[in-house]
């Protein structure tokens, strides 16, 4: 056993113990949304510790009740949309990923599928649906509402995590053999470095309403009552909304060709 293979075990023991601590501490909370509770469940089994303490400083209430208040910020409202880009978008390029690997797809057809899967899953399902339980309505009037969003969102998360993903299996062809740990370390590395190129523009979209925030079960996406709202939506120019697509298709263009250049794709 070498010495990642080592920090590897360690890292996954580490993420069972934060996964069991989130899971029993969401269980009791009956002020986070299930949406939520399911986003927070998955992240954290992708992230491991590092999920745990986003969880703690961002959702967390410190007192029973406190939770709209805790949670108002903006900064913490956008920890919230990227959690919920995380666990839909992830999960599907993970499903992605495994199926790509089991029909032994070449490299390139292999990222536009998880790039499709992880599209797919995340607007049809995590988005969409969910977000139609939580806050009623129409399935399509909710997947309507969640397509420009997701689609931003998706670019940003997988211009950090196709290159992360191309360029360790390729400096390490065992991590492309999803029945060894290393495969699965990739993906948790994947995963944090999306989650950081995604959390900016879920900030943006949060602050002009075009996604939801954190979630509680008194205001979804609001953070409570609007005496302790810290922030105001207001609805994008044109020109912005230009603006940041075009930076989102660059940073996957860009993510892109990293993993063409150093990368196995």
């Known amino acids: 056993m070498t010495g990642i293979d080592g920090a590897l075990r360690l890292w996954f023991v580490l993420t069972f113990a934060s996964l069991a601590l989130v899971v029993f501490d969401l269980a009791r909370s009956a002020e986070i949304t299930t949406v939520m509770k399911w986003g927070w469940a998955l992240v954290v089994a992708y992230t491991g510790p590092v999920g745990l303490v986003?969880?703690?400083?961002?959702?967390?209430?410190?007192?029973?009740?406190?939770?709209?208040?805790?949670?108002?910020?903006?900064?913490?409202?956008?920890?919230?949309?990227?959690?919920?880009?995380?666990?839909?978008?992830?999960?599907?390029?993970?499903?992605?990923?495994?199926?790509?690997?089991?029909?032994?797809?070449?490299?390139?057809?292999?990222?536009?599928?998880?790039?499709?899967?992880?599209?797919?899953?995340?607007?049809?399902?995590?988005?969409a649906l969910f977000m139609k339980i939580t806050m009623g309505g129409g399935y399509v009037a909710a997947l309507r509402r969640t397509l420009f969003p997701e689609w931003l969102s998706m670019n940003a998360l997988m211009g950090g995590m196709f290159p992360t993903m191309s360029i360790l299996m390729h400096?390490?062809?065992?991590?492309?053999?999803?029945?060894?740990?290393?495969?699965?370390?990739?993906?948790?590395?994947?995963i944090l470095v999306g989650a950081v190129t995604a959390y900016p523009f879920n900030a943006w979209l949060v602050a002009h309403g075009l996604k939801h925030g954190m979630g509680s079960a008194k205001a979804l996406g609001r953070g409570g009552a609007d005496d302790v709202l810290?922030?105001?939506?207001?609805?994008?120019?044109?020109?912005?909304?230009?603006?940041?697509?075009?930076f989102s298709l660059l940073m996957l263009a860009v993510g892109v060709a990293l993993a063409m250049r150093f990368g196995n794709l």
């Open 171 to 190: 400096h390490d062809p065992a991590a492309m053999s999803p029945s060894g740990l290393r495969f699965w370390g990739v993906m948790s590395s994947a």
């Open 230 to 246: 810290q922030h105001v939506a207001h609805a994008p120019s044109r020109t912005s909304m230009v603006v940041v697509t075009s």
């Open 54 to 127: 986003i969880y703690l400083l961002s959702c967390r209430e410190p007192l029973p009740g406190m939770h709209g208040k805790y949670i108002a910020p903006l900064w913490k409202q956008a920890v919230g949309s990227t959690i919920h880009c995380l666990a839909g978008d992830a999960t599907g390029i993970i499903v992605g990923a495994l199926v790509g690997t089991a029909l032994a797809m070449p490299a390139r057809v292999d990222a536009v599928f998880e790039y499709t899967a992880g599209f797919g899953f995340g607007l049809f399902i995590f988005q």
